[in-house]
Every structure is written in structure tokens, then in C-alpha cells.
């Protein structure tokens, strides 16, 4: 028999557990990817290299990403934040799908492997709570940004993601919780591959179709409600 793997068509909600959503910051919830937009733009000396051993996977995102702040003296802090929220683009439809949850009782978490100083600032308007964000800190007390990891990887991961998501994800139940992840890169795939559904764009899309796993593709925040909604009809029909 041969295996017909049909990514638009992930199953049907389960009416019996509650939904949960994690959502990823960078590149998912904006536009663009904000360390690599800060990094670019100040430009010190030798970023390149840690991008491309952190894109390689020769260097854990965790060290990579420490070393490329301390490239940035901590007299830069004004600046540095400034600058990352004034560039910051949100992807169509999120305050949308922040409004859907809420009425269907879905609960949304951001687990963002971004930075506190443009993380919170730019999830300010959204009135999420600030236990449903977990994100990165950040330090400007040296003489570099130091990049703080206050939600490391638990003793089933070991890949030194920084902000670990499958480690979050793992503290909800799969018994009680439809778990359900959003986001662009390889970063999610460790929590794609224990979702019960995937919301994948750019690279996370080819990792899983390379990989062979479940998913469905979203260019807007609004594909997301229409394919949630979509589900829950085949749900109430089932
Ligand atoms: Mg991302
Ligand atoms: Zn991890």
C-alpha cells in the first residue's frame, strides 16, 4: 500500500480536548526575522559567519545567537531597540486570529525564540497575557548585549534551541490538549513533529514535506482562522 500523504487535509479537530495554539514571533507573526534585520543593519564585524553556522546547523542556535548581540556594545541599547520596532511589519490577520481564539476558547501562546526588548513592545497592543509569551532575554549591564535563556531545553531535547519549544509544548497534556503550532522556520520543527497540527510557511513547509510530515500552508493569519474553521465544520459534521 503505498502512503498518500495529503498535506491540506490534516484531521478534524477533537471536540473533547481543548485547543492550544503556539505561535512563533519571528518571520510567523512578523514579517520579517528581527535578529537577522537588527544584525544586518548594524553590521559589526563577523556576523556573517555565526548566520551562516546557525543556518548550517553547525552551531546551536543558542550560542549563535549570544554571539551575535555581543558583537553589539551595550551604549548601543537605545538605538538597537529603537531601531527593531520601528522595522517591525506584522503579517495580515493576526488580531484576527488573537479574536478567534478568544471566542472559540482556543488558548494562544507566543514561543518566539526572539528577544525581550522588541518581543513584548511589539505584542503590547494585543493584550496577551505576559505568562502566554515566552521569549528570550536580554541584558545591556556589560560592556555587550547579553542574550539571557530563561526557558531552556528540558532532558528530551538536545539541540540547545534557547527558547525550547517542544519543552513547552510537552507541559501540555496531549490526553486534554489539541496541540497546535504556527510558524516559518527549522526552529519549529521539533514542535511540529509533536503537534496534532501544523501551520507551516517557507522553510518549516519544505522540512516538512521533505520529512513527510502533516501540514498546512499559510501565507496570512487569516488562511489560518479560514482552515480552523473548515475543521470545525468536519468536526460538528463527524
Ligand atoms: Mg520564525
Ligand atoms: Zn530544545
Redesign the pocket.
Known amino acids: 500500500m503505498t502512503l498518500q500523504l495529503d498535506n491540506q487535509h490534516q484531521s478534524p479537530l477533537q471536540p473533547s480536548k481543548r485547543g492550544v495554539i503556539f505561535c512563533d514571533f519571528d518571520g510567523t507573526i512578523t514579517v520579517n526575522d528581527n535578529i537577522i534585520a537588527i544584525i544586518k543593519h548594524f553590521n559589526p564585524d563577523g556576523w556573517e559567519p555565526i548566520v551562516e553556522a546557525i543556518i548550517n546547523q553547525t552551531m546551536s542556535i543558542q550560542d549563535g545567537v549570544g554571539q551575535l548581540f555581543r558583537l553589539l556594545p551595550s551604549s548601543m541599547k537605545d538605538e538597537v531597540i529603537s531601531y527593531a520596532l520601528n522595522q517591525v511589519q506584522l503579517r495580515d490577520g493576526f488580531a484576527e486570529l488573537l479574536e478567534y481564539c478568544k471566542q472559540q476558547d482556543i488558548d494562544f501562546y507566543v514561543t518566539s525564540g526572539g528577544i525581550d526588548f522588541f518581543v513584548y513592545p511589539v505584542l503590547e497592543p494585543f493584550g496577551i497575557a505576559a505568562d502566554h509569551i515566552f521569549c528570550n532575554g536580554s541584558s545591556f549591564e556589560g560592556e555587550r548585549i547579553t542574550i539571557e535563556w530563561p526557558n531552556?531545553?528540558?532532558e528530551?531535547?538536545?539541540?540547545?534551541?534557547?527558547m525550547?519549544?517542544?519543552?513547552i509544548m510537552r507541559r501540555f497534556n496531549p490526553e486534554q490538549y489539541e496541540r497546535m503550532i504556527i510558524g516559518d522556520s527549522v526552529t519549529d520543527f521539533?514542535g511540529a513533529k509533536i503537534a496534532d497540527l501544523v501551520f507551516s510557511r517557507s522553510h518549516l513547509s519544505v522540512k516538512c514535506d521533505e520529512l513527510g510530515l502533516a501540514h498546512t500552508a499559510f501565507d496570512t493569519f487569516h488562511d489560518v482562522i479560514h482552515h480552523l474553521r473548515k475543521l470545525k465544520r468536519e468536526e460538528s459534521w463527524a
Not at 528530551?156 to 534557547?162: K, M
Open positions: 531552556p531545553c528540558d528530551h531535547c538536545t539541540n540547545h534551541c534557547g525550547c519549544k517542544p519543552t521539533e
